[in-house]
């Protein structure tokens, strides 16, 4: 079995690959080729994988190259991890959104349309390449904002890319730790758009605990969504949403915050991470050490403005482990080896949810077998969830048709439209600002 990684030489490659490492069962990946624009980012992540893979006899052998198509011919499994316009871009995305009073966030608000209208014309020609090099491969988007960059890709491979994001397992996690329940058994009632979506329930021998957790404040405050959201406004809404509502919910607060931190995400993580890959051009670098503790600070500060704004404290031990690669890896072990399981993924709608069409991409849980993923029916959203998830969907679709037609009027309604952009003529500000800074917005005229 054969992966391509697109982004090889990005951060959280070794995080993949050590998953790999761990899966010893037939039919598991045994090759791995990395593809990258940039050949000091494949070398140093490539030294990572190869102190990982010490002494394993039986360790996928990896490879290198920045040929895209090469990358791309024999693939079983593609997975697409690309930053368009690197960690600067999304650095430049939170200046620029900040200057005009709105959030920058790379899959939230501005920061995630002006990244998006950046990634969606990549993210499209590698989906037509993979359709032609590699029609049978399974694609796996990680790449954000995770479900319109999917949808995008989805226009060309069908139902054979899958988008994921590790945040609703992290939700569904921590719920069952804090209502005893052991994750295996429990059903997550969960659905929405990638990083706007609800927990809604959570069955245990069909009873749905979630009501026990939303009466009990002490167990409200001991996890991380309950902290950022706070019991009233849980109770309130009957739900527990993705942390990443906390930017709608709070949406004033969050800015505020972002304004006033040393340094925003994008540019926090720009420094540590040259920092990392300017020390993997020493030979002597300990590779594995250096990324093991840059992976450790960019765990424990996931969030910190956020957490900041709402008084939550630091992130509990069990939350930094992520779980991306988890995910990955049981998505590509289903497939690969008909082992049915139920993974909640970004997969187009079908019949899902009445108020989106067959094609919208939505996060849904999904049952996943040699045939791909299957979305599950479940119970329509509230109303208030239902006007979210419509709204942005509908600036997704203003993203998409920008990027096929070029068109900036197309462009700044995207803009316009989010919920999280309050004036048509910030939507007009915030396009200059972003094309003046990105080469890639070059294409809107
Ligand atoms: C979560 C999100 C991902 C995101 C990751 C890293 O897992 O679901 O979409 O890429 O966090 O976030 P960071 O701010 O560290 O880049
Ligand atoms: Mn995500």
């Known amino acids: 079995m054969r992966l391509t990684i697109l982004g090889g030489g990005g951060f959280r490659v070794p995080l993949v690959y050590g998953a790999l490492l761990g899966d010893r069962a037939e039919g598991r990946v045994t090759r791995v080729v990395l593809h990258d624009l940039d050949e000091g980012r494949l070398s140093a992540v490539a030294r990572v994988l190869a102190e990982q893979a010490a002494g394993d006899p039986d360790a996928p052998e990896v490879t290198v190259t920045t040929d895209l198509d090469e990358a791309l011919r024999g693939a079983d499994f593609v997975f697409s991890a690309i930053r368009v316009g690197g960690l600067e871009?999304?650095?430049?995305?939170?200046?620029?959104?900040?200057?005009?009073?709105?959030?920058?966030?790379?899959?939230?608000?501005?920061?995630?349309?002006?990244?998006?209208?950046?990634?969606?014309?990549?993210?499209?020609?590698?989906?037509?390449?993979?359709?032609?090099?590699?029609?049978?491969?399974?694609?796996?988007?990680?790449?954000?904002?995770?479900?319109?960059?999917?949808?995008?890709?989805?226009?060309?491979?069908?139902?054979?890319?899958?988008?994921?994001?590790?945040?609703?397992?992290?939700?569904?996690?921590?719920?069952?730790?804090?209502?005893?329940?052991?994750?295996?058994?429990?059903?997550?009632?969960?659905?929405?758009?990638?990083?706007?979506?609800?927990?809604?329930?959570?069955?245990?021998?069909?009873?749905?605990?979630?009501?026990?957790?939303?009466?009990?404040?002490?167990?409200?405050?001991?996890?991380?969504?309950?902290?950022?959201?706070?019991?009233?406004?849980?109770?309130?809404?009957?739900?527990?949403?993705?942390?990443?509502?906390?930017?709608?919910?709070?949406?004033?607060?969050?800015?505020?915050?972002?304004?006033?931190?040393?340094?925003?995400?994008?540019?926090?993580?720009?420094?540590?991470?040259?920092?990392?890959?300017?020390?993997m051009r020493r030979p002597d670098a300990a590779a594995l050490t250096a990324w093991d503790r840059t992976r450790a600070e960019r765990e424990a500060t996931y969030m910190a403005e956020n957490r900041d704004a709402a008084g939550a404290g630091e992130r509990e031990d069990d939350d930094l482990s992520g779980g991306y690669e988890k995910v990955a890896l049981a998505l590509m072990r289903a497939i690969a080896r008909d082992e049915r399981t139920t993974l909640i993924l970004n997969v187009r709608n079908r019949g899902t949810l009445g108020v989106l069409d067959a094609e919208a991409v939505i996060e849904v849980p999904c049952l996943v077998d040699a045939n791909g993923a299957h979305?599950?029916?479940?119970?329509?959203?509230?109303?208030?969830?239902?006007?979210?998830?419509?709204?942005?969907?509908?600036?997704?679709?203003?993203?998409?048709?920008?990027?096929?037609?070029?068109?900036?009027?197309?462009?700044?309604?995207?803009?316009?439209?989010?919920?999280?952009?309050?004036?048509?003529?910030?939507?007009?500000?915030?396009?200059?600002?972003?094309?003046?800074?990105?080469?890639?917005?070059?294409?809107?005229?």
């Open 89 to 279: 871009g999304r650095a430049a995305d939170e200046r620029v959104a900040l200057a005009q009073g709105v959030l920058g966030q790379e899959t939230v608000g501005a920061g995630g349309i002006a990244y998006g209208l950046r990634t969606v014309p990549v993210a499209v020609d590698i989906a037509r390449r993979v359709a032609r090099l590699a029609p049978d491969a399974w694609v796996i988007n990680f790449t954000n904002p995770a479900g319109l960059v999917t949808e995008a890709m989805s226009r060309h491979l069908g139902d054979r890319v899958i988008g994921i994001c590790d945040s609703p397992v992290g939700l569904g996690r921590r719920i069952a730790r804090v209502l005893g329940a052991h994750p295996g058994e429990a059903w997550i009632d969960y659905v929405g758009l990638n990083h706007l979506g609800w927990v809604r329930g959570l069955r245990v021998a069909g009873r749905d605990e979630l009501p026990r957790l939303l009466a009990d404040p002490d167990l409200l405050g001991s996890f991380e969504e309950g902290r950022l959201f706070g019991p009233q406004w849980l109770r309130s809404l009957g739900a527990v949403p993705n942390e990443y509502l906390h930017y709608y919910y709070f949406n004033r607060e969050t800015v505020r915050a972002y304004q006033r931190a040393e340094k925003t995400r994008g540019a926090f993580l720009r420094d540590q991470q040259a920092g990392f890959y300017e020390e």
């Open 375 to 445: 979305p599950v029916t479940v119970d329509p959203l509230p109303g208030h969830a239902t006007g979210l998830v419509c709204a942005v969907k509908a600036v997704e679709r203003e993203v998409l048709s920008a990027a096929e037609s070029g068109s900036r009027t197309t462009a700044v309604k995207a803009f316009a439209l989010h919920p999280l952009v309050d004036s048509v003529n910030v939507a007009h500000a915030l396009l200059d600002g972003f094309t003046a800074v990105h080469p890639g917005l070059a294409y809107l005229t």
